[in-house]
């Protein structure tokens, strides 16, 4: 028996990079990408980095026209959003795509909210943060696909649609593009990203715990864990401080501050 799958990429590299999601290609014993012209090439999966669902992988062609990458920090609520992908396979491929050319379905909507966050599960240890919502149609098969703006920029990976259905629901999300540039340039050399790490356990400040430290606000945030031997705990942190700013930002929630860690260079040092 053998199971096949799907998804959606884009070209990032006249050299023949894609950029697709982590879970589009993970555990494949063969990878074969279906272009916009018919041709059916051999991927290779150049790097991948499970906890991003980011991934990119080579094919061996030349002077492939490459998508620009825009700058996700400038989407704003409200404005269009086009999703381009291979909604159930409908993309086509074999001797019919060859013949007639594989185009990719191609929706339009609205982004609905951004700085969106997906649990994690017990299977999967993915961190979905700072999401781009959209109801731009995705459907399985538009994983790794562009979120594009009307300037055809590239926005956002599409990577989760949130449905009972199994379908499309109106509401998908997209890793925001600026996510996928900080590792792009590791994945294309096939280096493991690395994430940096604080070592606590924490929480938001709630009204509850304002009022048990006596605070006079509910910024920052509560250290109620240190892990042993974890470089919160070298430093001296202590259960019960609470993190006010990390290397000179301010912190209002949790989420916030574990990206900011965890986007920090391992090894640097950091006032907190």
Known sequence: FRRFGLG???IIDARGFILTNE?????ADKITVTLTDGRELIGEVKGKDPRSDLAVVKIDAKG???ATL???TTVKTGQWAIALGNPF???GAGPSARALGAEPTLTVGVISALNRQLPRTSQYDRDYSELIQTDAAIDPGNSGGPLLNLQGEVIGINVAILTSSRGYEGIGFAIPVNKAKRILQPLIEGREIRYGWLGTQIQDVTEDVANYYHLTDRT???VFQVLPDSPAALAGMRGGDIIKTFGGQPI???RQLIDLVS???VGRRVEV
């Open 263 to 265: 986007h920090t260079d």
């Open 89 to 91: 396979g409908l993309m």
């Open 252 to 254: 209002e929630q949790g």
């Open 23 to 27: 879970h589009v290609v993970a555990d």
């Open 8 to 10: 959606s990429g884009v």
């Open 220 to 222: 920052g945030v509560l």
């Open 64 to 66: 492939l026209p490459a």
């Open 70 to 72: 825009g700058d996700s």
